[in-house]
């Protein structure tokens, strides 16, 4: 019995070859699960726009930015600070400025070049905040900041 079984069960692969073939090359118009508009080189439903590609940014992620100095340390919502630092990148590339006293408040800057942003300090609660930049290469964290109140 057991021989049987056992005979039986080291058949049944070579039985299931014909209904199975190991691997299948796809024919065009055949539909493959996970591959997408790649596997003919089919363009996608969206199409391709070479003008848009080429206006596209390159960012370079490997830089990770670095914020030196805020001046001033310390000021009210509504003034406009300057961030000194290293790596922002390009104004295409940089992302935003947040001060985490003011949550998910939009923060208003303006991106000089590489090294600055001018800031407008938002609606926060009085007291200390750290500012985060976010890049392309990343984020940084400035030191303590003062948001003085009104």
Known sequence: ????????FLLLPFLAIPCFPPY???EEGVIVDGA??????AESIKGHNEQAVEKDPV???SRKPKILKVEPDEA??????????????TKDCFRGVTFSAAGPTKVTYTFVNDTTIDVTVPEAQPGM??????AAGGNARSKAFLVQGR
């Open 1 to 8: 019995m057991a021989t049987r079984c056992l005979s039986l």
């Open 24 to 26: 299948s090359l796809a």
């Open 76 to 89: 009210q919502p509504g003034q406009t600070i300057r961030i000194k630092g290293e790596n922002f990148g």
């Open 129 to 134: 905040s750290f500012i985060d930049i976010v």
């Open 36 to 41: 997408g508009y790649t596997l003919h080189d």
């Open 59 to 61: 960012c370079d992620s």
